[in-house]
C-alpha cells in the first residue's frame, strides 16, 4: 500500500476525528508539499529530479515510496513527500531541499514551484463507510468503477474546496487549507 | 378506546402492537402500522379539520400524499405541542402514528367541532373568487389597521413552530444508473428488470411499505402467489443486490436537468424513540444515468354539491383502508363513481361484511359484470344515478340521488349514508415528467394528459401512462427497467411476470357533476382545501381570466398544499366548458418541484451553526480569544478586532492600543490578508498589466504597495507586493479580496495574456502573518531574528528579506507598514505561529506594548489618510478620487482598466475626490456615512456633496478626525461645510487626508 | 365597466355574481396603433395605462406572448422599498413608492399594499457602515429609512435571533417602515383592467416576431404572430427578453438573462410580521396574506432561458433562513419557481430613447423590478408619450455605459478589507 | 444544478464545481488606446444574451482550475460541446441548423 508510506496517521491529540467500527477518519501527520507548475516538458524534468514522474493523464497520481505526484490540472501538480522519520513537525528542510533540486533539474525551462507544506492538511477517511461518509458531502460518484484506486481530484466538500484521492478501496484521503480543516472534520464528525 | 371501524381481521397492520396517541388532546388506540388517518378513521373519527378560506368541517379524503383536507399539527407529545416545537401541516394520511405521538386540528378558534371562522362560510355568498380585489379599498386608512390584519388573521393553516428545532438533518450525494419513482407495481418490475441486468439501482418510494396498490389488493396473484407475498420476495430479492439501494419514506420531490433529482427521506418521525444520532430526514441528491417514473395515479373527486362532508371520501382510499388497514369508515357506505374501480372497493367492503348502502354510477351501462357481482352480494345498483348533494354536516347522514336524464336531472331520493366513497376516474400522475420539461398529450378517449415524449433520460411505466391492468403494468414497467438498465449501459431482459386481478377497468368523469339543487345556494368544491367551487371557476372566466393561469390565481384552484392534485383536472374541465374550448388549448398550469412539500431543514441538510459556513480561523485565534478579544467577521474569517482589558469598553481599548503603538509598539495578527505567489521569467510583465503599478524595475528585496482596477477602471483591491526573485513576487491582497482577486488574474492569465509564461499559487494559509509596529517595533522583534540585518541601512523601509527566526523557523520579514510607525510583518508557518507570536508578545510586553486588532489598525491608518478598499472605495471610485493618481505607471501603455479611466464621466470635473474632515469643535465625532453638505440645514431632496468614508476619535490628533470623498474635494480644502444630522447641522473644516506625520519621517525610524 | 366597492358585491352576490363583466376586453389588433407596448407584464402595462391617463395617448396596444402579468410580475417575492443609495435611485424608487401608497385606490382595484415595513439586517462592521451610509443619504432625500439596535430589531421582528454567538450575529439593521409587500397578481389585473378602461387594447398570445422600420430608420410596426401591426412608436418592457426583441431592432443590449428563483412555504398562522433582507446570508422572508412564507432565493449564475433554476440555489437560500430563524426549520416548501431577469452591468435599469428613432426601451430591473412597477410605467409612459425623458428616468440612459456614469447599488456595498 | 463536461479533466463534474465566465470570444483589444468609447462601452458591456445557441466561457475553479468554453442552448441549458480556451469557437448557426437544442 503506497499511501501508508506516504501518509501516517497524527499522533498529537485529538487526531482521531471519527472512529466506528465501519468507518474512521484521522488527521494525517505533516508532509513536504510543493505546487508544481509548468508544462510536459518542465513537468518531465521535475518528475526525474522528485523522484516520482509527473503524471500526465487527468486526475491521475503517481506515488512511489514516500513521495507521490498528483495531477490537479494540465499544468499543475501536487508534490508530497514524507521525510522518512515519523514526527510531528512540518519537514521544511525536505521541503526546501525538494525545491532546490527540482528547481535545478528543471533549469530556465518556464516553470513555478512554489512550497506549500504549511497551507494544506490532510485527513485519512478509512473503512467500508468511507465513500459513503464522504459522499455525504462530496458530489462525486465514488463507486470504485466511476472513481478508482488512484484517482485524484480537486472538487468541492459542501463550502470547502478539497483534494480527494482515493489511496484504496476504502482509504481516501482529504487534502484541505488549513483554516477549512475544523469545516471539514465536524462535518465528517456529524456524517 | 374503542376502535369500533376496526375489522377482525386482515390489513397489514400489526394487532398485537396497540399504539396510543391523542387528537385533540383526546386519547385514541391503533395499531402499529397505522397511520394517523386510519387510526382516527379505525375510531370513527372523520372530522379532522377546517377549511382555509370558510373554515368548512372537513374530513379525510384519500390514503395518501395527496390528502387535501386532513391536515394536522404532529408534535412526539403534547408537551411539544405546548412548547411550539409541533410541525403543521402535515397530512395525516402520511403520518405513521407511535406512542405518544400528539396530533392537533388547525384552522379552528376555539375547538374543531365549534370554529368561530365558520362564519366565513356563511357570509360565501360574499366571499367569492377574487372578492378581496374588489373592496376593502375604502376608508384607505382601515386597510393597514383593520382590513389587511383581519385577511391575515384568518389566513393560514397550522402554526409554525415558534422554538428553534433541535432535530437534526443529513444529506447523501448518490449516483445510479437507474432510478426508479414509486415502488408500486411498475416500479418493483423496473427495479427488478434493471437490477438483474446488473444495473445500479435506487427505488425510492414515499410510502412506508414498498408495494403500492399491491399492499391493498385482495385478490390479485402475481408469479401464482398473493400480491402482497409478491412484493415481499421482490423487496427481499433487492435487498441483497449490494448494487441497489431501497429507500422508503422517501419521496422524489425534485426533477431537474440532466437527470439530477432530489429526494426526500423521513427517517425518524415514524419511531417513537428514535437513536439520537439519526438524522429526522435526510436529503439524497442523484445523478441518475436513467430514470424510471412509476408514479402511478390519483384518483379524481367527482364534483357534486356538499362533496366536502367529512365522510365524503375517494372510493380508493375506502379500499385501502378496508384491505390495508382493517378499518371500514363506515357503517353504511354509498359509493358515487362513473368508474370501474370504485365498485371494487364496494366489493371488497362488501365481502368484509359490511353494509353497501347504493352504488350511484353517473354511467347508463355500468359493465354488466360489476352489476352482476353487485347484485350478487346484494347491493342496490343506481346506473344513470348522481349524487346530488349531502346531508349532515360534520358527517355525511345521507346521500341525495338523482336520476340524470336527456332533460337533466330529477330527484331520486335519499340513502342513508355514514360515508360516502367517490371516484372520478383515475388522473395518471404525470408530475416528475412534467417537471423533467417532458410535455404531455392529451387522450380524449380516456380524459387524461399522458406523459408525451421525454426530453431527459428518463422514461414512464405503469398507470402513470395510462397503462391499466396488472399483467399489463408489470409487463410495462419490466420493459421499462430493462430499457433504463440498457441506455445505461448494461444488458438484460425484461423478466416475465404473470398476474391475475388487479385491474381499474374503464369509466372516468371529468368536471361538474350536473345536479337537480338550486345552484345558486349550493356549492360544489372543486379545490376542497382552497374552497374553491365550480361557480368560483366559472366566475373567473366569466371576468375575462381566458388563460388557466389566470384561472389559477384569481380562484386559488390548485395552489394549495396538495398542489391540485385532486382539483386539477376537475378545474380545467370546467374551465374549458365556460370558455367554449377544448381542454388542450386551455391549457394545464406548471408543474413545479416540490412534488410534496419538504421541510426546509432537509434542504438546508447539514449546513447549520459553526457548519453553515466554514468558520476560518488563524493561528493566533486562540490566543487572542484567550485575551479576551472581541472578534469580527470579515469573509468567512474571524478577526481580532479589539482586546479590552480590565473592564474597557471598545472605545477605551482601542484608544489605549492606537497609543500603544504610536509610543511603543503593537501586535497585530494580519494572517487573513491573501497571498498569492506569482512565479515565472514573465512575473512582472504580468504584474504590469494586472496592477496600475509598474514592476519592471523593483529591486529584488523591495516592497511596493499595488493598486488593481476592474476593466472598468475602478479600484477592485490593494496590497502590497514584494519581489523575491527576478521571477518570483510575493503579492499580497485584502482579506475580503483574496479569491475575487485571484480569480480575476486567472482570467486574464489563461484567457487573455496565455503567452505569459507565469502562475500563480495562493499562498494564503502557507503564511501566518504577524505585524509588528511602532517606534519599538525592532527591538521588539530583533532578539528573535536568527539571520537577518535589521539596521535601518540594511533593510529600509518598504523592502523584504528571507531568513529565519527562533533558531531555525523560516520566515519572509516584510518591513512595512499600515500604520504610519515603523514596522514589519513577519510571515512564519502557521504550524509555529502561535510559538512565534508568544515569543514576540514576550518582548512586546516587556516594552510596554500591546496586542491590538483591527479596529485600531483602521483608526491608525486613518490617521495616516492610507484608504481602506471597501472603505473610502465603494467600487465607484478611480486611483484619482482617493489621490493615489502616484501609483499608476503614467509610461505603461496598457494595465486592466486604464482605457476606462479615460472616459468622459471618469474624467469629468466635480468627481468625489478623498479629503479630511475636521469637525469645527473639535470634539464631534462623525458617524461614518454621514453626507457631506454645503448648507447647513439643508432643503430636503438637496444633493450631497458626498460622505464620510471613516471617522475615529484619533488619539495621535488627540481629536475625532475624519476622511470623506466630497465632490471636487481637493479644491475644497480650507473650507467648512456641513454634516446633517436629525438634530442639527456639525461644521466641519476640509482638510489633507493625513492627520499624523505627514512627511512619513516615521516611517524610517 | 363597473366600479368595484364593496355594495358592488353585495348588490351582485343578490344575483349569485351572474353579473360581472369582463376586467378586460379580448380585443383584436388593430392594422395600426399611436404606441405599442412589448410585454403585458406589470411595467408595460403600468405605462399603458398612465399613457392613456396621463398623456392621453389611448390609441395603444399592449402585445403579450403569453398571459397578462405571467412573466416577472407573477413570479416575484413582491417586496417593494426604496431607500436606496444613489440620489438617482432613490428618485426613481420612491417615486414608485409613492404611487404604492394610492394605488388600489387609483386603480380601484385592491393591490392589497401592505407597509409592513423591510428590514435589513448587518451582521458585518461593513454591513453597519453601508446600512448607516443608505440612511443617512436617505434622509437627505426624504426617503424614510432608519437605523435600528440590534435590540430595536428584535423588538420590530420578534422572530429575529440576536443572541451574539451565532454564526452571523445580528449588529442591526435598516428599517422602512412604509415598504412593504404587495398582491403581485392584483397589480397586472389591477393595470390591465384601467387601462382597458381607457381603450388600452391588450392582446394576449400575440407574440412579436420583428420590428418594421422606415426608410429612415425609424420603427413603423411590429411583425407579430397575428400579423403586421402599425405603430408609431415601440415601447420594449419585455425583461428577461428584452435582448431578443431589442435583437429584432439591430440594437446589441448590455443585458444578460438569468434565472431567478423563489419559493413559499405551506400557509401557516401569522408569525412572521415584517420583510427581513439579508445580504450577508442572501436570504429574504416575509409571510403573504395567505399565510405562506414567501422567501427569495438568488441568481442562477449562467445566461438562461429556461425559468428552472438548479437546486444549490434554493437550498443555499433555505438554509440561511434556516440559520437566522431556526425555528421555521420545521417548515416546508410547498412552491418553487423560477423567472428569467435581465440584468444590466450596474444593476440599475435602463428606461429609454434607443438609437432608433421611435423605439424605447424599459429594462435591466433586474432582480428588483416588482417594487418600481408603478414609477416605472409612469415615468416611461411620459418618456414614450413626450419623446424625451422625464427628468426621474433622465440618467437612466443605455448612454451611460459609454460615459462611465454608472448607477451601481450593489458596488456601494462592496466588501473588502 | 448542471452536469458539465470538463475538456481537460475529461469528466463531467456538478455545476458547483465551476464558475461561469460570461459570454466567449469576446477578446480584449490589442491596444485598448485607439477604441473610442463606443468600441470600448462594446467590448466591455455589451452581449448578445441570445435565447439559443451561446458560447461562453467556464471556468473548472474547484476542479483543475482551467478556464474552457462550451456552447450550450439558453433555453434547454443542454450543453452542446465543450472546447479548450483557444480553439475556435464553432460555427453557432450551423449548428442550430442541425438542431441543437
Known amino acids: 500500500m503506497p499511501d501508508t508510506a506516504l501518509y501516517a496517521p497524527a499522533t498529537t491529540q485529538g487526531a482521531s476525528v471519527v472512529s466506528r467500527p465501519d468507518v474512521t477518519v484521522t488527521r494525517a501527520a505533516p508532509l513536504a508539499r510543493l505546487a508544481f507548475r509548468g508544462d510536459a516538458t518542465a513537468a518531465g524534468k521535475a518528475g526525474a529530479a522528485f523522484g516520482a514522474s509527473l503524471p500526465m493523464a487527468p486526475l491521475a497520481a503517481n506515488p512511489v515510496g514516500q513521495r507521490a505526484a498528483l495531477w490537479l490540472g494540465p499544468d499543475e501538480w501536487l508534490l508530497l513527500a514524507a521525510s522518512g522519520t515519523v514526527g510531528e513537525e512540518v519537514p521544511w528542510a525536505l521541503a526546501r531541499t525538494l525545491c532546490d533540486e527540482i528547481a535545478t533539474a528543471v533549469g530556465t525551462h518556464p516553470h513555478a514551484l512554489v512550497d506549500v507544506s504549511e497551507r494544506n492538511v490532510a485527513l485519512i477517511v478509512s473503512g467500508p463507510r468511507a465513500a459513503a461518509l464522504l459522499n455525504t458531502q462530496v458530489f462525486l460518484d465514488l463507486d470504485e468503477g466511476a472513481f478508482p484506486v488512484g484517482q485524484v481530484t480537486r472538487t468541492l466538500f459542501t463550502k470547502a474546496e478539497i483534494v480527494l484521492w482515493r489511496t484504496g478501496p476504502d482509504t481516501f484521503v482529504v487534502e484541505c487549507w488549513r483554516s477549512f480543516a475544523p469545516y471539514v472534520e465536524g462535518l465528517l464528525a456529524n456524517g | 378506546m374503542t376502535q369500533q371501524n376496526r375489522t377482525s381481521e386482515g390489513g397489514r397492520i400489526d394487532r398485537g402492537t396497540p399504539v396510543t396517541f391523542t387528537f385533540d388532546g383526546k386519547r385514541y388506540q391503533g395499531f402499529a402500522g397505522d397511520t394517523l388517518a386510519s387510526a382516527l378513521l379505525a375510531n370513527d373519527v372523520h372530522l379532522v379539520g377546517r377549511s382555509f378560506k370558510y373554515h368548512r368541517p372537513r374530513g379525510i379524503v384519500t390514503a395518501g400524499s395527496e390528502e387535501p383536507n386532513a391536515l394536522v399539527g404532529v408534535a412526539r407529545s403534547r408537551a411539544k405541542h405546548a412548547s411550539g416545537e409541533a410541525t403543521p401541516n402535515l397530512r395525516a394520511t402520511q403520518v405513521e402514528i407511535h406512542d405518544g405521538l400528539a396530533a392537533e386540528s388547525q384552522n379552528r378558534w376555539p375547538s374543531l367541532a365549534f370554529d368561530i371562522g365558520a362564519v366565513n362560510d356563511k357570509l360565501s355568498p360574499l366571499f367569492v373568487a377574487g372578492f378581496y380585489y374588489k373592496t376593502f379599498m375604502w376608508p384607505k386608512r382601515f386597510w393597514n389597521r383593520v382590513y389587511e390584519p383581519f385577511i391575515r388573521a384568518a389566513a393560514g393553516l397550522g402554526k409554525a413552530p415558534t422554538k428553534p428545532d433541535t432535530d437534526t438533518y443529513a444529506n447523501t450525494y448518490a449516483h445510479c444508473d437507474v432510478l426508479v419513482a414509486g415502488g408500486g407495481p411498475a416500479g418493483l418490475a423496473a427495479a427488478l428488470a434493471a437490477a438483474r441486468s446488473g444495473a445500479r439501482v435506487i427505488l425510492a418510494d414515499e410510502q412506508a411499505e414498498f408495494g403500492g396498490s399491491l399492499l391493498h389488493e385482495r385478490g390479485a396473484e402475481i408469479d401464482g402467489k398473493p400480491a402482497a407475498d409478491w412484493v415481499t420476495d421482490a423487496i427481499g430479492e433487492l435487498g441483497d443486490n449490494p448494487r441497489v439501494t431501497l429507500l422508503s419514506r422517501t419521496t422524489v420531490f425534485g426533477y431537474f436537468n440532466q437527470n439530477f433529482l432530489a429526494l426526500a427521506e423521513r427517517v425518524t418521525d415514524h419511531l417513537a424513540e428514535p437513536d439520537p444520532a439519526l438524522p429526522r430526514e435526510r436529503m439524497w441528491q442523484v445523478r441518475a444515468k436513467e430514470v424510471v417514473l412509476a408514479t402511478g395515479a390519483i384518483e379524481r373527486p367527482l364534483v357534486f354539491p356538499e362533496n366536502d362532508r367529512p365522510g365524503v371520501m375517494m372510493a380508493e382510499a375506502g379500499r385501502i383502508y378496508a384491505n390495508r388497514y382493517g378499518v371500514v369508515p363506515g357503517k353504511a357506505i354509498a359509493v358515487a363513481t362513473a368508474c370501474d374501480s370504485a365498485w371494487r372497493a364496494a366489493f371488497d367492503i362488501a365481502e368484509a361484511g359490511d353494509t353497501i348502502a347504493v352504488i350511484a354510477d353517473l354511467r347508463a351501462e355500468p359493465p354488466a359484470a360489476l352489476v352482476e357481482r353487485a347484485e350478487a352480494l346484494g347491493i342496490r345498483v343506481e346506473p344513470s344515478c348522481a349524487v346530488t348533494g349531502v346531508i349532515g354536516k360534520t358527517r355525511v347522514t345521507r346521500v341525495l340521488l338523482g336520476r340524470m336524464s336527456d332533460t337533466g336531472v330529477v330527484p331520486a331520493g335519499e340513502v342513508e349514508a355514514d360515508c360516502l366513497l367517490m371516484s372520478g376516474g383515475w388522473t395518471p400522475n404525470v408530475s416528475l415528467h412534467s417537471q423533467a420539461r417532458g410535455k404531455l398529450d392529451w387522450q380524449p378517449h380516456m380524459g387524461a394528459f399522458l406523459p408525451g415524449d421525454p426530453v431527459q433520460a428518463q422514461r414512464s411505466a405503469g398507470s402513470c401512462r395510462g397503462v391499466d391492468g396488472l399483467a399489463e403494468v408489470l409487463a410495462d414497467g419490466a420493459r421499462a427497467g430493462v430499457a433504463a438498465a440498457t441506455a445505461a449501459g448494461h444488458t438484460g431482459e425484461a423478466p416475465v411476470f404473470t398476474a391475475t386481478g388487479g385491474d381499474a377497468g374503464s369509466g372516468w368523469w371529468l368536471g361538474a357533476v350536473p345536479h337537480d339543487r338550486d345552484a345558486s345556494r349550493v356549492r360544489a368544491f372543486v379545490d376542497f382545501q382552497n374552497d374553491v367551487t365550480a361557480k368560483d371557476v366559472k366566475l373567473a372566466v366569466r371576468e375575462g381570466m381566458h388563460s388557466i393561469e389566470h384561472i389559477k390565481r384569481y380562484t386559488t384552484t390548485g395552489m394549495a398544499t396538495d398542489q391540485g392534485r385532486l382539483s386539477n383536472m376537475n378545474a380545467l374541465s370546467i374551465a374549458s366548458g365556460a370558455l367554449g374550448n377544448e381542454i388542450p388549448q386551455v391549457g394545464l398550469t406548471t408543474f413545479r418541484q416540490p412534488y410534496t412539500p419538504v421541510t426546509f431543514g432537509t434542504l438546508a441538510t447539514t449546513s447549520r451553526g459553526d457548519l453553515f459556513d466554514p468558520l476560518r480561523k488563524t493561528p493566533i485565534h486562540d490566543w487572542a480569544a484567550e485575551q479576551g478579544a472581541a472578534f469580527e467577521d470579515v469573509g468567512l474569517w474571524k478577526r481580532a478586532w479589539y482586546f479590552p482589558r480590565g473592564g474597557e469598553d471598545m472605545h477605551d481599548a482601542v484608544a489605549r492600543e492606537c497609543r500603544t503603538v504610536r509610543e511603543s509598539v503593537g501586535l497585530f495578527d494580519a494572517t487573513t490578508l491573501g497571498k498569492i505567489e506569482i512565479v515565472g521569467p514573465d512575473a512582472a510583465e504580468f504584474l504590469n498589466r494586472i496592477y496600475t503599478n509598474p514592476w519592471t524595475k523593483l529591486g529584488v528585496g523591495k516592497l511596493r504597495y499595488g493598486l488593481m482596477l476592474n476593466e472598468a477602471g475602478f479600484i477592485m483591491d490593494d496590497g502590497v507586493v514584494g519581489r523575491l526573485a527576478d521571477d518570483r513576487f510575493h503579492v499580497t491582497t485584502t482579506t475580503g479580496g483574496a479569491p475575487r482577486v485571484l480569480a480575476h488574474m486567472e482570467d486574464y492569465l489563461q484567457t487573455e495574456w496565455s503567452d505569459l509564461n507565469v502562475w500563480l499559487t495562493s499562498t494564503t494559509e502557507q503564511w501566518a502573518v504577524i505585524a509588528v509596529q511602532g517606534p519599538k517595533a525592532r527591538e521588539a522583534i530583533a532578539p528573535l531574528v536568527d539571520d537577518i540585518d535589521l539596521s535601518g541601512d540594511a533593510f529600509p523601509h518598504m523592502s523584504l528579506r528571507e531568513g529565519h527566526v527562533m533558531g531555525g523557523v523560516p520566515c519572509r520579514l516584510f518591513r512595512m507598514s499600515f500604520t504610519g510607525e515603523a514596522g514589519y510583518e513577519i510571515n512564519v508557518p502557521p504550524s509555529r505561529a502561535r510559538a512565534v507570536w508568544e515569543a514576540v508578545w514576550a518582548n512586546v510586553e516587556k516594552l510596554g506594548g500591546c496586542a491590538y486588532g483591527t479596529e485600531a489598525m483602521h483608526v491608525l491608518r486613518a490617521e495616516k489618510g492610507y484608504i481602506i478598499v471597501g472603505q473610502e472605495t465603494d467600487g465607484t471610485v478611480t486611483p484619482d478620487d482617493v489621490g493615489m493618481s502616484w501609483a499608476i505607471g503614467k509610461k505603461k501603455p496598457d494595465f486592466v482598466g486604464k482605457r476606462s479611466l479615460a472616459r468622459p464621466d471618469l474624467v469629468a470635473e466635480g468627481r468625489k475626490q478623498m479629503v479630511g474632515l475636521l469637525t469645527k469643535d473639535g470634539k464631534t465625532l462623525l458617524e461614518e456615512g454621514a453626507q457631506v453638505t454645503v448648507e447647513r440645514s439643508p432643503a430636503r431632496g438637496t444633493s450631497a456633496l458626498g460622505h464620510v468614508t471613516s471617522s475615529y476619535q484619533s488619539p495621535a490628533a488627540g481629536r475625532p478626525i475624519a476622511l470623506a470623498m466630497i465632490a471636487g474635494g481637493r479644491d475644497r480644502i480650507g473650507e467648512t461645510l456641513h454634516v446633517p444630522m436629525p438634530n442639527g447641522g456639525i461644521a466641519v473644516e476640509v482638510v489633507q487626508p493625513v492627520f499624523v506625520d505627514p512627511e512619513g519621517s516615521r516611517l524610517n525610524a | 365597466m363597473t366600479r368595484f366597492s364593496f355594495w358592488e358585491l353585495a348588490r351582485k352576490a343578490l344575483n349569485a355574481h351572474q353579473d360581472w363583466g369582463h376586467q378586460w376586453r379580448k380585443p383584436d389588433p388593430k392594422p395600426e396603433y399611436d404606441v405599442v407596448i412589448i410585454g403585458a407584464g406589470g411595467h408595460g402595462l403600468a405605462t399603458a395605462y398612465y399613457l392613456a391617463k396621463e398623456h392621453g395617448v389611448t390609441n395603444v396596444a399592449v402585445l403579450e406572448k403569453g398571459w397578462l402579468g405571467g412573466g416577472n410580475t407573477g413570479r416575484n417575492t413582491t417586496i417593494v422599498r426604496s431607500n436606496y443609495l444613489w440620489e438617482e435611485s432613490e428618485g426613481l424608487y420612491d417615486h414608485a413608492m409613492d404611487l404604492w401608497q394610492d394605488l388600489s385606490q387609483e386603480l380601484n382595484y385592491n393591490v392589497m399594499y401592505s407597509a409592513r415595513g423591510v428590514m435589513m439586517l448587518a451582521h458585518t462592521v461593513h454591513d453597519v457602515q453601508v446600512f448607516k451610509r443608505h440612511v443617512h443619504a436617505n434622509r437627505l432625500a426624504g426617503v424614510q429609512n432608519e437605523w435600528l439596535s440590534a435590540e430595536e430589531a428584535k423588538a420590530y421582528c420578534p422572530p429575529l435571533n440576536i443572541e451574539k454567538n451565532i454564526r452571523y450575529p445580528v449588529m442591526g439593521a435598516a428599517l422602512q417602515r412604509k415598504a412593504g409587500v404587495a398582491r403581485h397578481d392584483a397589480v397586472a389585473w389591477g393595470y390591465a383592467r384601467g387601462a382597458d378602461k381607457y381603450g388600452v387594447d391588450i392582446i394576449q398570445n400575440c407574440a412579436v416576431t420583428g420590428i418594421r422600420r422606415h426608410a429612415d430608420g425609424s420603427v413603423s410596426g411590429v411583425e407579430t404572430s397575428r400579423g403586421f401591426i402599425g405603430a408609431k412608436k415601440v415601447g420594449v418592457v419585455a425583461a428577461g427578453h428584452t435582448s431578443v426583441v431589442m435583437d429584432m431592432a439591430g440594437v446589441r443590449m448590455p443585458l444578460e438573462s438569468n434565472p431567478l428563483q423563489a419559493l413559499v412555504s405551506e400557509p401557516v398562522k401569522p408569525c412572521f410580521p415584517c420583510v427581513v433582507m439579508s445580504n450577508t446570508v442572501h436570504a429574504y422572508l416575509s409571510q403573504s396574506d395567505k399565510g405562506e412564507l414567501v422567501i427569495g432565493a438568488g441568481t442562477d449564475q449562467y445566461v438562461s432561458y429556461s425559468q428552472t433554476g438548479g437546486l444549490q440555489i434554493t437550498t443555499h437560500t433555505v438554509d440561511a433562513i434556516c440559520e437566522l430563524f431556526p425555528m421555521f426549520r420545521r417548515m416546508r416548501m410547498l412552491r418553487n419557481w423560477g423567472g428569467i431577469v435581465d440584468v444590466t452591468p450596474d444593476r440599475s435599469p435602463i428606461i429609454g430613447k434607443t438609437p432608433v428613432p421611435g423605439l424605447f426601451v424599459n429594462c435591466g430591473w433586474g432582480t428588483g423590478g416588482f417594487k418600481a412597477t408603478p414609477g416605472s410605467g409612469h415615468v416611461f409612459a411620459h418618456t414614450i408619450a413626450r419623446d424625451e425623458p422625464h427628468p426621474i428616468n433622465a440618467p437612466f440612459t443605455l448612454d451611460r455605459f459609454r460615459t462611465g456614469r454608472l448607477i451601481d447599488e450593489a458596488a456601494a456595498a462592496a466588501v473588502a478589507h | ?101
Open chain 4, 1 to 101: 444544478m448542471l452536469l458539465i463536461s470538463c475538456p481537460w479533466c475529461r469528466v463531467e463534474r456538478p455545476e458547483i464545481e465551476f464558475r461561469y465566465g460570461g459570454e466567449a470570444h469576446i477578446d480584449r483589444p490589442a491596444q485598448p488606446a485607439d477604441l473610442d468609447d463606443h468600441q470600448w462601452a462594446e467590448f466591455l458591456y455589451m452581449r448578445s444574451n441570445p435565447k439559443g445557441l451561446l458560447a461562453e466561457r467556464w471556468r473548472h475553479v474547484h476542479g483543475c482550475g482551467r478556464f474552457f468554453n462550451a456552447v450550450r442552448h439558453t433555453v434547454s441549458d443542454r450543453f452542446v460541446c465543450v472546447y479548450k480556451t483557444g480553439e475556435k469557437c464553432p460555427d453557432l448557426e450551423a449548428l442550430a441548423r442541425e438542431g441543437a437544442q
